[in-house]
């Protein structure tokens, strides 16, 4: 699912259209979109985390999360949906848990805001459990996942999405119930920890509108058209009439549908969200934290892990496969990788314009 | 992967002999194993509670941990790898979390009493998480769960296999590093409660064997033979030399990989065992207990999760399917319409011989 062919300048699109991407480090680009979010009322340090997130997202080769989103984000804040510098409020609380209004601020903001107040409470608790309202697009699941594990916390996060987002169908139906409702999980660990990030749904939405747009067929077993019929072609999903996304898993959907069930009951549900109310809008994310030192001191429990690492890597390979990545260290290899960010000429454009139409300067 | 076809009495096995299996309730059923259990030193109340979960996950039709695994358990206990009567004890606690050692008792006994500590950890602190060690074979996991969901608790449930039962290789490799580890979930609910059960692998090895004795093929995408080829033979898993059963997921099946090392580092690590450690035997068992009163009120909760299963079910049908179940629905439906109990005839003639050899009376 991750496009690995970003060694090139010069990017090819519909109609063989030439565009011609400025080289930009990461750190220029990060820039620019911290200026851009800026422009339209964000302070200083939320601009800079969202962009920083952003950036990293597409530094790991994940671009469905990175830059993608910012002409997205802006109309947001445009439109209202995102308040910048939106406090945030526990609205219900215990020593181990709580309910946190994110008042539609920026989702990133908000998700790490949430996220303190879980690890606090895990390392008071040993255990904490932490829900979100009014929680706006919150980017990738892992980026959380991997913060709790650097701080020493095994941290599960699940991400649901509201009635717009419902894209992914229930085992059985056609017609989308469900986000793509990702789970992540943390795990600190001798060098770099272990990340986790899996979606629920068989394929991402905008993977689907990057395969219409270029006439590519989907993969087998991913998309249901409108009659309930499994389909290659990614016209068929948006219609008119919709179709809909599969659970994971193939044969074994089900399972993905189970997976995707409990991700709306901790990020929705829980948050006292009903599944089909259709003026929620945003994520909702659920963060279960928990202290390995409540259970064995803690350099034991990263060397364990650390074991754990090394007697996975020890099997032989399948035919095909050079190598058996822990989860998340193909996402850290690239990003430690990556000198300059290029990006699909759409993305690069929208972002162009969104700047020029804010007044910011563009390289 | 269950076995619908329940619906005979005379049963066709290999070379078309025909094997003759009284009719039996399932009470009488759990009467006759419960005295195979006391005949081989359990006390009454442990003979019945491993009865009554091995004819219950028989009853759902997850006939690989129903009553088939009355023999293995009956060697276990003679072998002293079952301890009948082992008290539990706390090693180490927090008010909300705790490893707790079962000292090889049954395996259903023992996480039983650790989920007692779970949703009593989680009623006081509104989260909790257990693990265990020296825990024995504990059957469906989603029992658990459901047990917890029954008190009103949202409560996963992992459930990690040692070193003797890592059948399923690491994503890209082909040598099994993991076991099927299965993740369950239960979720309270008006009416009957949600309760999610897979496993992380993409088939059960007690599956493989049944396909291998029936001299039928593996369903694609689940099993790898020695050389790290996708395989449809059987007897390329068994070897010598031995293959791996792949994470499930198919194509996408580095996500079943991710989850299977969830359960791994939570029923494994968390609780202080190496993965490796060939010492190790039984299942390690991990609950994580949420009570949803410190969210919301529970009445509203439960009316919100029956909200979701109505949304869910509204779905129009795929083709092919009849019905949109909610997990857990259809084994509930299984166990209340089953009146007789009808086993493959090497079971019910393995169960026969250790009650014949202990002096337990059958029928």
């Not at 995102?82 to 215990?94: F, L, M």
């Not at 899996?198 to 991402?204: D, E, P, Q, V």
């Not at 509108?209 to 309930?228: C, H, R």
């Not at 109310?277 to 259970?295: M, Y």
Request: with cysteine; aromatic share 8%.
């Amino acid at each position: 699912v991750y496009n690995l062919n970003i060694g090139y300048l010069y990017i090819y699109y519909t109609s063989y259209e030439v565009i011609l991407m400025p080289e930009i480090s990461p750190q220029s680009l990060e820039q620019l979109v911290t200026r851009i979010f800026r422009a339209v009322g964000a302070s200083e340090n939320e601009a800079a985390l969202v962009a920083r997130e952003l950036v990293t997202t597409d530094r790991m080769g994940i671009d469905s999360h990175g830059v993608l989103r910012v002409p997205q984000y802006v109309g947001w804040v445009e439109r209202g949906q995102i308040v910048p510098g939106a406090p945030i409020s526990v609205v219900r609380e215990t020593p181990s848990a709580a309910v946190v209004d994110c008042g539609h601020g920026f989702g990133q903001v908000s998700a790490y805001k949430a996220l303190e107040i879980a690890t606090a409470k895990a390392r008071e608790c040993s255990v904490s459990c932490v829900v979100t309202l009014n929680c706006n697009h919150v980017g990738r699941a892992g980026a959380y996942a991997q913060r709790a594990a650097e701080q020493d916390l095994v941290c599960l996060v699940t991400v649901n999405s509201p009635y717009a987002g419902h894209f992914v169908a229930p085992w059985g139906g056609r017609e989308g119930r469900l986000g793509t409702n990702p789970i992540a999980y943390g795990v600190p660990c001798d060098g770099f920890p272990i990340v986790g990030d899996i979606s629920t749904g068989a394929i991402a939405e905008g993977k689907i509108k990057s395969l219409m747009n270029k006439a590519q067929l989907l993969p087998p077993d991913t998309v249901l058209d409108a009659q309930g019929e499994i389909t290659r072609d990614p016209t068929a999903f948006y219609g008119p009439p919709k179709g809909a996304i599969l659970p994971f898993g193939g044969e074994l959907g089900h399972r993905g549908y189970v997976l995707g069930l409990l991700v709306e009951i901790l990020g929705g549900v829980l948050a006292g969200n009903s599944t089909d109310d259709q003026t929620v809008t945003g994520n909702g994310i659920c963060f279960i934290a928990i202290d390995p030192t409540a259970f064995l001191p803690l350099e034991r429990f990263k060397s364990l892990v650390r074991e754990t690492v090394l007697y996975l890597k020890s099997s032989l390979l399948a035919q095909g496969y050079a190598r058996i990545f822990v989860p998340g260290e193909l996402e850290f290899g690239r990003s430690r990788m990556v000198s300059k960010i290029e990006l699909p000429p759409t993305t690069w454009e929208a972002i162009v314009q969104v700047a020029n139409r804010l007044g910011v300067t563009v390289g």
